[in-house]
């Protein structure tokens, strides 16, 4: 298992295509465009906010938006080559950057070779079929489900993750692992494990019993939207009960496991939009590094971006923006300072993230958490219009 170095690690989370400015379809025959290297023009800035971590979304062959892929085993000429993803990985690695990949093993576009087959045979044993017809992921058309039960495609995804780790990776995010039956990870990842011991495992689920999904498909963690949804929700309705109930439930997961969490990623509302107080934004960042779990930071959260993510054809592009050269050239600093100091409580205490935390005082509009491990810390967050104790109206405050 990967514990050793998941316990110091803070992701600073990107969407390649979207960041590096990549035209929004492929183009059969356009010449490669060498965009991976903008990246490491950022890595600097991902060291200064404390982070040590850059998980990167999709990277392979794909048709449009990265999520359907065709080709595994190619870096998105959008992005570059080979020789672009090993420079990246060196520039990481002499930085102490660990990388994190996205693996869309749920599904594939329908230009992916074995489904394209498949597909035009009106049979094959890589695609699930529904009666005669694919089973689309969520009712997209260029989203076929893979066929879970081929071995087939067991022995690929498998083949397919170590051969990323062996080009530098240090663990897959997995896309819509919550569509997956846990059988599926139970019989492919031994064998990656068996190569990559260290390597980290994430799925990603929105919902469902995160507990018993890790045990029964022996991933290492999942993407907690429980407590993502409870902060905001909670901030915005000045509801402290709902922040606290996810958080005996947050409280029950991290003694089991070390979930990712996070306040923004490329398929949610950015955090400064969905918190209607702006006052209330510092408290979502200080829960975020406060709590139990491996922290994500979503690229551009820390300049405090806005951005609605709409329920339309190109309605996450807001939400995944293209970045300038180099940081240097975003004037405002935004949130950056915040997250310089929150992120630096963690790292002074390295044991939050497996620490026990308790509700001590709780109120619609103000609450305090304990987290005890090593050692002792406190997080009071007001939201209200009057001090409470020694936190002013509508600010936070640790204290040892």
């Known amino acids: 298992m990967s514990d050793g170095w998941v316990d110091h690690v803070i992701w600073w989370h990107v969407y390649p295509l979207g960041f590096t400015g990549a035209e929004p ?3 059969p025959g356009r010449p490669v465009s060498h965009r991976l290297g903008h990246l490491e023009a950022w890595l600097d800035h991902l060291i200064g906010l404390g982070c040590n971590g850059l998980a990167l979304g999709p990277v392979f062959a794909s048709g449009t938006h990265g999520y359907d892929t065709v080709d595994y085993f190619r870096i998105d000429p959008r992005l570059g080559d080979d020789a672009d993803f090993d420079a990246l990985v060196k520039a990481c690695r002499e930085r102490g950057i660990r990388v994190l990949l996205d693996g869309v093993f749920n599904h594939a576009g329908r230009g992916f070779e074995p489904v394209r087959q498949a597909l035009e045979a009106g049979s094959g044993e890589w695609v699930r079929w ?9 009712g997209h058309d260029g989203l076929i489900t893979l066929n879970h039960e081929s071995p087939a495609v067991r022995d690929f995804v498998a083949d397919v993750m170590i051969h990323w780790l062996e080009r530098g990776a240090d663990g897959w995010r997995l896309d819509a ?9 139970a019989a492919v990842l031994p064998r990656v494990r ?5 390597a980290w495992f994430v799925g990603e689920m929105i919902h469902g019993d995160y507990r018993d999904y890790v045990h029964r498909a022996g ?7 429980e407590l993502w949804k409870a902060t905001w929700s909670s901030l915005n309705d000045r509801n402290l009960f709902e922040l606290a109930w996810a958080l005996d439930r947050h409280r029950e997961l991290t003694a089991d496991l070390l979930p990712l969490t996070f306040l923004g990623n490329h398929d949610v509302t950015r955090i400064a939009s969905r918190v209607a107080d702006p006052r209330h934004v510092g408290h979502a960042v200080a829960l975020l590094f406060f709590l139990p779990g491996v922290p994500s930071v979503y690229y ?4 405090g971006f806005r951005a609605v993510k709409e329920d339309r054809p190109g309605g996450d592009d807001a939400v995944r923006p293209a970045m300038p050269a180099r940081p240097e050239e975003i004037t405002d600093p935004g949130l950056t300072s915040l997250y310089q100091e929150l992120i630096g409580v ?14 001590e005082q709780l109120a619609n509009e103000h609450v305090v958490v304990t987290a005890e491990g090593e050692g002792r810390l406190s997080l009071a967050l007001n939201l209200g219009d009057e001090p409470f104790g020694a936190v002013g109206p509508h600010g936070w405050k640790l204290s040892e």
Do not use: C, K, N
């Not at 068996?194 to 260290?198: I, M, N, S, V």
């Open 25 to 27: 379809a492929a183009e």
């Open 130 to 138: 529904s009666g005669e017809y694919p089973y689309l992921f969520e």
């Open 177 to 185: 692992a919550y569509a997956v039956a846990p059988e599926f990870w």
């Open 194 to 198: 068996e190569r990559f011991p260290d």
């Open 219 to 225: 991933l290492d963690a999942v993407t907690q939207y």
């Open 300 to 303: 551009g959260d820390e300049f």
């Open 346 to 359: 963690r790292r002074r205490h390295p044991w939050l993230t497996r620490a026990a935390i308790t509700v």
